[in-house]
């Protein structure tokens, strides 16, 4: 190996325990993968790439604490095992942080990392992209890309080059490309040399010529601005055009282009039907399409079938197919874990057999970044799992994080429990504990849902098992948060039952007391919440977007002050607490579930937070 190589493979963790078991390593390359033999006190690892050299570095240190000889090999089964990571849902990581994303993504056997960045980086000529939202600098960047190569992972720029650009067209420095509040305007002069701008500073900072340009989820394409200018025109000619503009300035670049697929079914289907099955793509619409590689993201099947059906579809528009499978890390307080190994073991199976080479696990963090990075470790290396595999089981997975991740896979897979009540797998995306921790007191909109689960019952158990996890020492603080987390959910669930009490017409003052007792212990759970909170979050992230955090659980606590000044009066005989009275009705927004999902604006109040 060469002396980089020694200093990645010593930065995986590699070192120390080949030092205590006085072993002598002999490294050598070979064919694509990985080969470890053990006889002895002699172990030969022969590897295929700078990658896979990561990843047997791993395993071998976690599998030389067994006793005795062994042997493991293990060939990839594509070319391309990609993680994304969104810096853009209000929590940005520090470079610190998305450097040990790549070290244990090296350690998974991963080789690319995308950055999803909408407007969370430099653009010397635009100073108002990503301004007070913490964007990187073109010299983070930098410095991410070069991190990366040294462990073989490719850092590759995602950013939007059509819709999700509100965060950008908020500013009315960028009026002159805006369509509508989310859309660039397609075809505007001012448009294209927006568009020339970003995708040099979003290339630039990188060692590869691999971006993608988004161009996903554009519903009011040509719906504003556009349609007052220039009158209808059809969706599908619109993208096709904004399509061939970007693709032309990325060649000039020199860069290769990948987008989301999503729009090509939605605007050709009769129903407007994301990934509608009945569309189809003939020869003569596929070589219309500039070369660009169409990545297919789909988070939400549990059966092989659909993924299938998918991927024929996709080789109709292009022989350049990627998927793009989620770890679920989004719209909750804790990940999905059931939902993810369902969804990934159905769309990876169903990639190996479509012939797909190219997979990405993303990882989103909608509505407020609420989840921490470090809670996503588990899900990256189920993911992982099928790069190596051919038959993944679930102790497969966790025997693999184990010995890879130097812990126990136990705390992450406890993670499930905040939301899924099932006993199977929370298809629907349940987000109780999001639901719970946000309920207004006195409001109560989901009263009727959380009726039908046995949340005490199963938290008790959750806050105990939390509490004798053990895992490395750099996710301690994200253990302490999660037990905290249970801890504060059941305590406002607790307040919630009390404060419904007085709703009846026997109410009397004895619960009056019993519901003051039941929320000022809850106010005090928020506030160590809060404490703990502000903690991991800046831990891992920077600290725009926190400030956000600060106001829905300060806004929790203070809601507390008041509902307990209301409760008062209503002893006082000078309130009747009118909310109470509402008829009791299920929530019927997103309630497809046992008990529902739902964003913090949906949830906290029926009143606008800001309209």
Known sequence: MTDEQVQAVQAIGWGDDLTAHALKVRCQTGEAGIAITRTGQQVTLTYGSQVDLMRGAALLAGKIKQAGDFTIEQRPQFKVMAAMLDVARNGVPTVDMVKTMIRRLASMGYNELWLYLEDLFEIPEEPYFGRQRGRYSQADLHDIALYGDRFGVTVVPAVQTLAHMHNALKWDAHHAVRDTDDTLLVGAPATKAFL????????????????????????????????????????????????????????ELGLKAYMWSDLWFTFASPKHEMYDPNVHFDADFKASLPPVGQVYWDYYHEDEATYRDRFAQHFELSDDVVFAGGIWTWSALAPNQSKMLATVRAGLNAAKASGVTQVVATMWFDDGAEVPISSAWYGLQAFAAYQY????????????????????PAFYKLLDQFDNF?????????????????????????????????????????????SQCQVRADNRLTVTFYRQLAQTVLLKQRALQAVAKLGTATANDQQATAALAAIETCQSALRQLLGLFRQVWHQQRRGNGFEIIDVRLGGQIARCETVCWRIKTWQAGQDDLAELYEPLLPMDKRSNGLVGHGLYKEIVSACDISF
């Not at 096709?240 to 970007?246: E, H, I, R």
């Not at 595999?389 to 010995?403: F, G, N």
């Not at 199977?424 to 006195?442: F, G, P, T």
């Open 196 to 251: 020339a701008n970003l995708l040099r500073a979003a290339s630039a900072p990188f060692t590869t010529n691999k971006i993608h340009v988004g161009m996903d989820e554009a519903y009011q394409l040509g719906r504003g601005k556009y349609l007052d200018d220039n009158g209808f025109t059809d969706q599908q000619t619109l993208i096709l055009d904004q399509l061939k503009l970007v693709v032309e300035l990325t060649q």
């Open 389 to 408: 595999h051919t038959d993944v089981q679930p102790q497969t997975i966790d025997t693999e994080y184990d010995l890879t991740q130097g812990e126990s």
């Open 422 to 466: 099932t006993q199977a797998v929370n298809v629907d995306a349940d987000n109780v504990s999001k639901i719970v921790l946000y309920e207004d007191l006195l409001l109560q909109r989901y009263r009727e849902n959380l009726q039908g689960i046995g949340l005490e019952a199963q938290y008790e158990h959750l806050i105990k098992a939390l």
